[in-house]
């Protein structure tokens, strides 16, 4: 009877550290900022893009497993830098999302992207590019996992899209061929993770 009563102890005690583990680390969560853009960039159907400027090419995964790469056109002065505001010609250096989808674009079919991102809103209101309400909408649209504000100085709407020109150059977007959109557009639902790095 000692052992069983002993054995009932320990067993009360254990769900206890577990409870009060659980509780715990459910606060610490809580006060975490939630949203794609918040470093939180986690698919929600394991699908992740990966787009290299250097390369230009875009690498579609889902869960880890390449599914295949693609070539891409992207702005025009992408190798001078990052973007930094409206009309550089520059595809945007970061981690997005897809925050839209258009069946309607005039290049076939296009993926809207979570640029400017809160580091863009931060850079952009410590030069002076931006103002304080500017930055502060688009880290909210950005932890909210929304489509943050296109009309500031630093730009916007960023697409993945169809009709890409061989050789050619976009005015910032990221252009693939229409046969490959229609493959991006079967994989990727909004909240997708798209990375654009070297």
Same mark, same amino acid.
């Given at each position: 009877m000692k052992w069983f009563k002993r054995k009932i102890r320990a067993l009360i005690a254990g769900v206890l550290i577990l409870v009060t583990t659980i509780s715990f680390s459910g606060a610490a969560l809580a006060d975490q900022a939630t949203g794609p853009g918040a470093g939180n960039l986690r698919s929600t159907n394991g699908v992740t893009i990966y787009v290299s400027k250097r390369l230009k090419t875009l690498t579609l995964k889902q869960n880890g497993v390449l599914i295949k790469e693609y070539p891409v056109s992207m702005g025009a002065s992408s190798a001078e830098g990052n973007k930094k505001v409206e009309g550089d010609m520059r595809t945007p250096s970061g981690e997005f999302y897809v925050c839209t989808r258009n069946d309607k !674009? $005039?290049?076939y079919l296009s *993926? #809207?992207? !979570?640029y400017p991102g809160i580091k863009d809103a931060?850079? %952009?209101y410590a030069d002076g590019i931006i103002t304080e309400a500017q930055r502060d909408e688009i880290i909210r649209a950005n932890k909210a996992g929304e489509q943050p504000p296109w009309d500031t100085p630093l730009g916007g709407a960023i697409m993945i @899209? #169809?009709?890409r020109v061989p050789d050619g150059d976009t @005015? %910032?977007?990221v252009a693939v061929d229409n046969d490959v959109m229609d493959v991006l557009w079967s994989y990727c639902n *909004?909240? $997708?993770p798209v990375t654009i790095g070297p």
């Open positions: !674009s $005039v290049a *993926l #809207g992207l !979570s931060e850079r %952009g @899209h #169809g009709c @005015h %910032g977007c *909004l909240g $997708v």
